[in-house]
């Protein structure tokens, strides 16, 4: 089946500083994969998603892009703001399935 | 937009209880789905659904199960709850078809079984 790596949290930066959260995974055929936010007392929202090799992501001033040579799609923002903080679970589907298998999440806190 | 919205954002619930959850959807989506979150865990599907009456078992269905008599209406149940399901119940919902599966989550219910 399927599976996904997030690198643990929590991630913590200072405001405007660059962030990346590293994500990889493994999967048949040719996998759609996707970045969701899920900021604190709220369900999980999409951010963004790429669903073929070189297609790059983008939302909100993230963006992640989709490497089929080295199976990862790092999670990157020039600039974090304080409204950044939330956790971030990168997620994968392929072989035709609706259910894509999640990444145990990586928290991110930005201190002003 | 898509909104998916849960009956409540948190319940308490005493040990041995009947405990029904309920998600709505109102954008016509075929699939439906019941997660549940923990700390260090992260989702684990518990149930999902892909058309009226039809149910089939996630990674821990143990404990649950699940009722889907209209196609925006998709319900969790816990038969007997105990202390282990204290945890954030999340519902969502995808469309069928040949594009990505796109999930829309809703705000989550968060269950304390005393």
């Known amino acids: 089946g399927n599976s996904v790596t997030q690198m643990e949290g929590p991630v913590t930066l200072s405001e405007e500083a660059f962030l990346t959260i590293n994500c990889t995974y493994t999967?048949?055929?040719?996998?759609?994969l996707f970045w969701y936010v899920q900021y604190p007392g709220e369900g999980l929202q999409l951010l963004l998603k790429?669903?073929?090799?070189?297609d790059k992501g983008s939302n909100k001033g993230f963006e992640a892009t989709y490497r089929k040579e080295t199976t990862s799609f790092h999670l990157e923002k020039g600039s974090v703001q304080v409204s950044d903080s939330a956790v971030y679970f990168c997620?994968?589907?392929?072989?035709?399935?609706?259910?894509?298998?999640f990444g145990r999440g990586t928290s991110l806190i930005v201190h002003p | 937009d898509v909104k998916v919205t849960q009956s409540s954002r948190y319940l308490v619930k005493r040990t041995g209880e009947k405990v029904f959850l309920e998600c709505v959807q109102d954008?016509?989506?075929?699939?439906m789905f019941w997660y549940r979150q923990d700390p260090g865990l992260g989702l684990r599907l518990i149930y999902f659904?892909?058309?009226?009456?039809?149910?089939e078992k996630g990674d821990i269905p143990e404990g649950y199960s699940v009722s889907r008599e209209k196609k925006e209406r998709f319900s969790l149940i816990l038969e007997s709850a105990s202390t282990n399901q204290t945890s954030m119940y999340l519902c969502?919902?995808?469309?069928?078809?040949?594009?990505?599966?796109?999930?829309?989550f809703g705000p989550g219910t968060r269950l304390t079984v005393t």
């Open positions: 997620a994968v589907a392929s072989g035709g399935s609706y259910i894509p298998t």
């Open positions: 969502a919902s995808s469309l069928s078809g040949t594009g990505p599966p796109e999930q829309y």
């Open positions: 999967a048949t055929g040719y996998p759609s």
């Open positions: 954008m016509d989506h075929e699939n």
């Open positions: 790429a669903t073929k090799a070189d």
């Open positions: 659904s892909y058309d009226v009456k039809m149910k």
